[in-house]
């Protein structure tokens, strides 16, 4: 609790897409990395090489820079403590393993798997708890020696006191306890030379100059092993934040089953990297003034390690929806535009079979975003920026602006509320009349005509006014009925009316 500027760091495994888990962990250490004038760095933990995927490395990157969670070192942009992937540091995670077998913190264990596989059904068959029963602690140095010198297959263990207890400090929950007898001697370095995830990572912190880790509370069980390694080094241990886990409705641990997890996917779904970070934020911390919306700068000018919170936050994707399209409503109309168009090139990229059916998709696929089609969607986006809560949803909301051939659409969907297809008919008929008489094809114009048929016609606007939108848009739920039909000019509107008409019998 030192008042020195914190270095703080993420270190996600390569090991599928890159996880919203991750970007959640992310965004407070760069908080407090910011807040505190301090450093954030990305470390790659790859030494599970079963696990290993070599394209989700680049994904952790590309989703990082996606969200704005820029590091200031990286396997990617360098920094003064590199190389930032396990997998290229394992000289020294030997090198401080020989360290630690001087010093009696750790032994060379030569069970073999039979002997541990044994030991377990043991375990199980007794209703004890799994752990490695200590054997080869007890080799004398001749007996090991002489198994080293014979090419033995060996990994090497952490030798954890059996008395006392292990204490550290948390930030979120106090002191945190654990009985030394409840913690495994856990292996260290595996046969094949490579270091577990506990020797690397504490390695790895004290080496970086890691001062503040924070991270998920699914890492609590590890930590006083680490607090145990960092003793047997004699190194000072880094403050300790464990964060709630991010949950499904049912407060089961996010997972894709029941969630969608990749942070490729949000993007992909069309949500902007502000609402995803807001929302991150709001589910891990409480802002001062209850706000819901805020900005990364917000969060980190009001941030305090106290208001965060300390049960598992419900990942709920309607909230995210809604949060997403306050972010959507609160960018310039250039903006939007230019994003729209960034998102629909880049799905164009990787179409799906759906596509095909999306006049945006269809006209972007054929022709590129060229100058026309950001253009129209540049006009379009001031009338559906109100009811679009992702970039995705531009697509189906403004596809009647990008049809390539009528729309299409149930004949039922024309025939007005209470009325009969004839009458919807013979309205629509004059709805045309009255347009294809406007002066001008102005908006406030076009909604005069038709007005004023209504109170001619005894129609209620609203009821006269559904037909007319199923006709032009082919849908039911539009942009805003006169704006759109201005956008889509008097030859495309009449022609609209003129292919309904026939369908009312
Ligand atoms: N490699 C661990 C992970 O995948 C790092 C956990 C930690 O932050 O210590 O999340």
């Known amino acids: ?66 969200l704005g969670l820029r590091y200031d070192e990286g396997p990617d942009v360098g920094g003064p403590n590199g190389p930032y992937r396990q997998s290229e540091r394992t000289p020294l995670y030997r090198e401080m393993t020989e360290t630690l077998l001087a010093k009696g913190a750790a032994y060379r264990c030569f069970c073999t798997e039979e002997r541990l596989e044994e030991l377990r059904a043991t375990q199980r068959a007794m209703k004890l708890p799994p752990g490695y029963d200590g054997f080869c602690r007890h080799l004398t140095p001749d007996e090991v020696r002489a198994k080293v010198a014979a090419g033995v297959p060996h990994v090497v263990r ?46 790895d912190d004290h080496a970086m100059g890691v001062t503040w880790v924070i991270r998920a509370e699914e890492w609590i069980t590890s930590t006083p092993k680490h607090v145990l390694l960092y003793r047997a080094f004699g190194w ?44 991150l934020g709001l589910m891990g911390y409480g802002h001062p003034e209850g706000k819901e919306k805020f900005t990364f700068d917000e969060l980190v000018a009001t941030f305090d390690i106290g208001r965060l919170s300390t049960t ?61 089609f950001r253009a129209l969607v540049r006009r379009t986006t001031p009338l559906v920026r109100e009811r679009i809560r992702t970039l995705e949803e531009y697509a189906s909301i403004a596809a009647c602006f990008f049809h390539d051939t ?33 002066p001008s094809w102005r908006a406030a114009e076009l909604e005069a ?24 848009t082919g849908a039911k739920v539009s942009p805003p009925l006169f704006e759109t039909m201005e956008i889509l000019g008097r030859a495309t509107t009449l022609a609209r009316l003129d292919a309904a008409l026939p369908r009312l019998g």
């Open 406 to 438: 009528l729309p299409t659409y149930p004949a039922e969907d024309l025939v007005a509320k209470k009325r009969t297809p004839a009458e919807t008919r013979d309205a629509l008929a004059r709805v045309r009349a009255a347009l294809d008489a406007a």
């Open 1 to 66: 609790m030192s008042a020195r500027p914190p270095v703080v760091r993420i270190a996600p495994s390569p090991t599928g897409d890159p996880h919203v888990g991750t970007a959640y962990i992310a965004l407070f250490n760069l908080c407090v990395a910011r807040k505190g004038g301090g450093r954030f760095i990305l470390r790659i933990e790859d030494t599970d090489r079963t696990r290993y995927d070599a394209s989700s490395e680049a994904k952790i990157f590309e989703a990082l820079r996606w």
């Open 449 to 472: 005509a038709l007005r004023a048929l209504a109170e001619a016609t005894g129609w209620k606007p609203g009821d006269l006014f559904t037909p007319v939108r199923t006709a032009v």
């Open 158 to 203: 952490m030798s954890v006191p059996k008395e006392g207890s292990t204490t550290f400090h948390d930030d979120l929950r106090g002191d945190v306890t654990f009985e030394n007898k409840t913690i495994d001697d856990q292996v260290l370095l595996k046969s094949d030379g490579f270091p577990t995830y506990h020797l690397a990572n504490v390695v």
């Open 236 to 279: 000072e241990a880094p403050r300790w934040t464990h964060m709630p886990l991010l949950r499904n409705a049912d407060r089961s641990k996010i997972s894709k089953r029941k969630n969608p997890t990749s942070l490729i996917w949000y993007r992909d779904q069309g949500f902007l990297p502000e609402g995803l970070l807001n929302f």
């Open 312 to 372: 598992g936050p419900v990942f709920d994707l309607e909230k995210l929806k809604w949060l997403n399209g306050e972010w959507i409503r609160s960018l310039t109309d250039d903006d939007l535009a230019a994003r729209v168009v960034a998102h629909v090139e880049r799905r164009a990229q990787a179409p799906t079979p759906e596509d095909a059916a999306n006049p945006v998709m269809r006209r972007v696929l054929a022709t590129g975003a060229d100058d026309a």
